[in-house]
Each structure stands twice: as C-alpha cells, then as structure tokens.
C-alpha cells in the first residue's frame, strides 16, 4: 500500500480481499484498531494500487457509532460477498427465550445488526440493515426475542 497508506498501514489488518471485487479492479482493506475493537474499512481502486480509497467507513448508519464491540460481546466482522456486496456484522446483544419458573428468562444466541452495502458505479451505498439471530429453534422462535420482550 506503500508510505501513503498512513492509518491504513498503522492498524491491524483483519481482511485483504482482492478477489470479491476484481471485477471491478477494487480490494477490500479491513483493518481493526483501538481498545474497543473498532472496524474501518477501505476499498481501493486500480486494483489496489491508488493511494487513496475510493471508499470507506467507520461509522455504523444513523449515528450508531463506530463498528466496535461491545461490553461482552463477540467482535464484528465485514467482508465482500460473492455478489460484490460489503456486509458488516456488528453483535448488538442477547436474544432470550423465556422460561417458566424456576428455570427464568436466559440468553440462547447473539443476535447481530447486519449491513448491506452495494457498488452504484461511483460508491458503496448502504441498501440493507436488519437484525439477524443466529440461534434458530421451531420450540423457541428465538429470532425475534430480545430481554425486553423474551420469547414464549
């Protein structure tokens, strides 16, 4: 990336990907930093070799803050799927099943924000966001539980 590459080459680099997106003569940088954790990511052109991405992001949409993990939770990841879409995945907290006594309420799985962002010819744009559970059970329907309002 060469001595221009500054905050690109001082973090942690998580993800190289010149495969997803050579179509499109791009490389997907993912790099990790901070006490927290926290994802940028960097998308260069001409094949990787521009000395400035043509794009990248720090920050979740809608003021959420950085992609960084929280307080006891596994770390996100991003990545450029086979589509040529970037995902990111940032954990956002338990989903829970309720039980009856005296067993209680507990956590089953992590639930997660997942973002879809898509190549318009010029930049990636975000086209998707969704919450995605990762613990799936025909008994509990844990996909839509959260400990405010915990599975039947």
């Known amino acids: 990336m060469g001595a221009d590459a500054g905050e690109i080459s001082d973090a942690g680099i998580e993800v190289v990907d010149a495969a997803s997106l050579r179509d499109r003569r791009q490389v997907l940088f993912v790099v ?42 596994p770390y996100p990841t991003a990545f450029a799927g086979p589509n040529g879409e970037i995902v990111v995945q940032v954990p956002s907290g338990a989903a829970w099943v309720k039980r009856g006594q005296p067993l209680g309420d507990y956590p089953v799985s992590t639930a997660m924000k997942v973002y879809r962002y898509r190549w318009n010819g010029k930049t990636y744009r975000l086209t998707a966001s969704e919450r995605v559970v990762t613990y799936r059970s025909d008994s509990f329907n844990a996909e839509k539980c959260t400990q405010e309002n915990p599975c039947p």
């Open 32 to 73: 990790a930093g901070g006490n927290g954790h926290c994802l940028s990511l960097y998308v260069i052109g001409n094949g990787g070799s521009d000395k400035k991405p043509l794009w990248e992001l720090s920050q979740l949409p809608h003021n959420a803050g950085g992609i960084c993990h929280g307080k006891m939770m």
